[in-house]
């Protein structure tokens, strides 16, 4: 009961502090976001394993392969224009209330983990793979997890590539671009110079 009447009056602080206009119009824009994100777990029943998650308008998640496997933990908000891709026997897992923010591009062929409360910015990308470019072997991609801690941080324009691990409570700064460790309880910022390099 004390629980139910908490959440009572946040609601009302909260309608209060934005506008009963616009406290109606956000609750339905969520609404509306909770039903995209319910059809998409009807449509990959099989590949698609979720509790409560919001799935913003023109968002979309495509899973390409039976074997692939995603994991949505509650209260994870995923806003506009945001594309999910899974590939081959691959898992994504986004832990609970993680928030992805407008326009990002998540591409995962073998396995990308964020932690819980991470908070992503817009513009971000990430892969667990790339191209083969060189062709030194027969697969046309290369592989390498993507381990993301809780409680991170990513400013916009981000590029996270193949193995790459960033610790618990980092903060990734806009525009940077991540390969390899990030230590925990740091700021990661990449100032990157112009370089050419041959590969043949």
């Known amino acids: 009961m004390k629980r139910i009447a908490k959440i009572a009056g946040d609601l009302l602080t909260e309608c209060r502090q934005r506008g009963f206009y616009h406290f109606l119009l956000m609750y339905l824009s969520n609404s509306f976001a909770m039903l995209r994100a319910f059809f998409y777990k009807l449509l990959y029943m099989g590949n698609i394993r979720s509790s409560v998650y919001f799935l913003g308008s023109r968002s979309r998640i495509d899973v390409f392969c039976k074997k692939s496997r995603i994991i949505i933990k509650h209260f994870v908000f995923i806003r506009k224009n945001v594309t999910i891709r899974v590939d081959y026997d691959s898992e994504l897992i986004l832990d609970e209330k993680v928030f992805i ?31 083969n470019f060189r062709g030194k072997t027969a697969d046309r991609l290369l592989t390498g997890e993507v ?41 990661y910022m990449d100032k990157r110079q112009k370089e050419i390099i041959p590969y043949k």
């Open 101 to 131: 923010n407008d326009s990002c591009n998540i591409n995962c062929v073998k396995r990308i983990s964020i932690g819980k409360y991470t908070k992503i910015g817009q513009n971000v990308c990430i892969y667990d793979h790339d191209h």
């Open 147 to 187: 381990v993301i801690g809780s409680h991170v941080w990513i400013g916009s324009n981000v590029v996270i590539l193949r193995g790459t691990y960033i610790g618990d409570n980092a903060v990734i700064a806009a525009g940077s671009v991540v390969k390899g460790y990030v230590p925990p309880n740091v700021v």
